[in-house]
């Protein structure tokens, strides 16, 4: 379930073109997400959006975030919504607080509107958020709310959110089994984000538990500290659970550096999966033996990776010239550029790099690597 199209709207200084929405919504869908999220009441570009999107035919099921209004039910119907994901503070500290309203009170309301979704003809998710930090202490509410959109309202998938990404892995596979014991034959879906950094633990973890449906954002992108970022959840969902997503993993880098485009947040090199260091090797042993490595079978180049960089759609790895580079580093270098080292001092030439590197606090381009090999060689 990707929700980058809509938690966007609440990324920082984010702000998408309806055809840019558009574009990236076909981009996701052709990726093979099950559904792309917008949040239609919020602006005329994503009711434009998903109005457009609606007469594409897509696979993916187009979702509207609603607030518990028939009024949002109703403007997310008569544009193309195929799916409704209907969301309200979930925590009793929260709308107590807020609205003054009773359990009893909440869960009737809930059921209310679910059932008035599903009368528009729609697909109908009910997220109660910021339900973690209240679980445990307000467990009976939770069984009884559940259990009510479930055998009550027959919403089409319930949602449990840990809207401030604060539950330890233990956790969620409760939490997610405990929601499947009260809801055996009803989708229970996750919801999450990255304050404390464990976004894609959080939704392995929901995985694991039987979550039907892990909601993710390309790039992290969305409110805060971000959500669980979609190429992250889908590699390690793939590789280390052994469950087939649906996705084309091709695409993934792809779409993340559109992404990057669009929004203007740059990620990080190190960033899991799509971080421009991910294949970059600087380390003259790492060279070494990768490149020893590279023709060699069955490991071949992955002895010294997480994965294949072609899994993601990349299309080799990098070996650059920097403060920890070696006579492996410098070799492959030549060759590549087409200079002979033939009767150069290769050590003296490694220690000549190692120091503009150090100068440079970067890596040694290319014009200055051909500057070097030429003094060294007058010397």
């Known amino acids: 379930h990707e ?9 920082p ?44 035919n897509l696979r993916a099921d187009i979702s509207a975030l609603s607030r518990v209004m028939k009024s949002d039910i109703d403007i997310a119907v008569d544009i193309g ?43 109908v998710s009910v997220m109660p958020w910021d339900t973690y930090r209240a679980f445990y202490e307000y467990m009976d509410f939770f069984e009884k709310l559940y259990k009510s959109l479930c055998r009550d309202a027959k919403a089409d998938g319930v949602v449990t959110s840990d809207t401030f990404g604060m539950s330890l892995p233990q956790a969620v596979i409760y939490v997610i089994k ?3 014991e009260w809801c055996p034959h009803t989708p229970v879906e996750m919801h999450g984000h990255n304050d404390f ?48 997503t649906g996705i084309k993993l091709d695409m993934l880098y792809y779409v993340s550096k559109l992404v990057e485009e669009l929004t203007k947040i740059k990620m990080p ?4 999966v799509v971080g421009d260091a991910l294949f970059t090797y600087v380390s003259g042993l790492v060279v070494d ?22 899994v993601i759609g990349r299309s080799g790895f990098n070996v650059i010239l920097g403060k920890g580079a070696g006579k492996a580093n410098v070799e492959l ?25 150090v100068i440079r606090k970067w890596e040694v381009p290319d014009e200055a690597f051909r500057y070097i090999v030429s003094r060294v060689m007058r010397r």
């Open 269 to 272: 090199s190190n960033k899991a």
């Open 81 to 123: 919504s195929t799916h409704i994901m209907l969301e309200i503070p979930g925590n009793p500290y929260a709308f107590t607080a807020i609205w003054g309203m009773d359990e009893e009170t909440f869960i009737n309301k809930l059921v209310e509107h679910t059932d008035y979704a599903k009368s528009r003809g729609v697909k």
């Open 3 to 11: 929700v980058f199209l809509r938690e966007s709207n609440q990324h």
């Open 333 to 357: 270098k030549a060759k590549e550029l087409g200079i002979d080292l033939t009767g150069i001092d290769i050590e003296k030439l490694v220690e000549e790099i190692k120091k503009e590197a």
């Open 13 to 56: 200084r984010v702000a998408l073109k309806t055809d840019e929405m558009i574009y990236v919504a076909k981009l996701l869908d052709e990726m093979g997400v099950a559904r792309i999220e917008f949040y239609p009441v919020i602006s005329m570009e994503d009711r434009e959006a998903v109005k457009e999107l609606s007469k594409e």
């Open 289 to 310: 033996i990768l490149l020893k490595l590279k023709d060699l079978e069955p490991l071949k180049e992955t002895g010294l990776m997480p994965f294949s960089y072609s």
């Open 178 to 180: 405990k929601v499947r």
């Open 197 to 244: 950094g464990m976004a894609t633990a959080i939704m392995l973890s929901a995985v694991m538990g039987g979550a039907s449906y892990v909601h993710t954002a390309m790039n992290g992108i969305g409110e805060r500290a971000g959500n669980a970022p979609t190429e992250e959840v889908v590699i390690a969902i793939e590789a280390l659970l052994g469950v087939p």
